[in-house]
Nanobody
Framework: QVQLVESGGGLVQAGGSLRVSCAVSGRAFSTYTMGWFRQAPGKERDFVAVINVSGDRTSYADSVKGRFTISRDNAKNTVSLQMNSLKPEDTAVYYC?????????????????WGQGTQVTVSS
């Protein structure tokens, strides 16, 4: 069973930075497309960013483009999300997800494995 464990969430002031990471178990990490999603209270789970298996292609939601950066380390089985210039509207539980396919999906149901999430709170 593939396990994803997020870390690095917390409380930060608006304009600040935070980095969340996700450790993935198993030997197949380098074959997974990896994504980050977020879910605010009472809202649907939204796409944030995705990175391809080799790490040379990324895609972002318009709301975070230019502020967030997704990266991966296939040697360490980790994917990270660097979040800069944070805004109160970025407050949510952040989830990493793994997709066995190679298409860079933005829809949550296309992903096969999920972490438990990490809370990110941005105060104004």
């Amino acid at each position: 069973q593939v396990q994803l464990v997020e870390s690095g969430g917390g409380l930060v002031q608006a304009g600040g930075s935070l980095r969340v990471s996700c450790a993935v178990s198993g030997r197949a990490f380098s074959t997974y497309t990896m994504g980050w999603f977020r879910q605010a209270p009472g809202k649907e789970r939204d796409f944030v960013a995705v990175i391809n298996v080799s790490g040379d292609r990324t895609s972002y939601a318009d709301s975070v483009k230019g502020r967030f950066t997704i990266s991966r380390d296939n040697a360490k089985n980790t994917v990270s999300l660097q979040m800069n210039s944070l805004k109160p509207e970025d407050t949510a539980v952040y989830y990493c997800a793994a997709d066995r396919g190679s298409t860079m999906q933005t829809i949550p149901r296309q992903y096969n494995y999920w972490g438990q999430g990490t809370q990110v709170t941005v105060s104004s």
